[in-house]
């Protein structure tokens, strides 16, 4: 069992950057593909960004592509970030982690075997 817990949310200004963090109790995250979605009121969960277990490999959806990066930390191997920068209102939403064991579909929230309880994101126009 992994218990992810996700942080960094916040109220930000429109260009403005936040980055979330993505912590897992008690277990390293080497072993695990990782992935971050969101979800906007209303709307269905989206993929945003994912990692693969080396690193080597991250996708983005094209709505975050060069203003998001996803990395983990080198040092601590139970950590993954996700830096956002120029925020956009349309950013707004309730933000997920997500580890995935398989080669899966990483965009494919159906891939992902433990999420998050989400941490909020609010970007104000």
């Known amino acids: 069992q992994v218990q992810l817990v996700e942080s960094g949310g916040g109220l930000v200004q429109a260009g403005g950057s936040l980055r979330l963090s993505c912590a897992a109790s008690?277990?390293?995250?080497?072993?695990?593909?990782m992935g971050w979605f969101r979800q906007a009121p209303g709307k269905e969960r989206e993929f945003v960004a994912a990692?693969?277990?080396?690193?080597?490999?991250?996708?983005y959806a094209d709505s975050v592509k060069g203003r998001f990066t996803i990395s983990r930390d080198s040092a601590k191997s139970t950590v993954v970030y996700l830096q956002m920068n120029s925020l956009k209102p349309e950013d707004t939403a309730v933000y997920y982690c997500?580890?995935?064991?398989?080669?899966?579909?990483?965009?494919?929230?159906?891939?992902?075997?433990?999420w998050g309880q989400g941490t909020q994101v609010t970007v104000s126009s």
């Open positions: 997500a580890a995935r064991r398989r080669v899966s579909t990483y965009y494919a929230s159906t891939s992902y075997d433990y």
């Open positions: 990692i693969s277990w080396s690193g080597g490999a991250t996708p």
């Open positions: 008690g277990r390293s995250l080497s072993n695990y593909a």
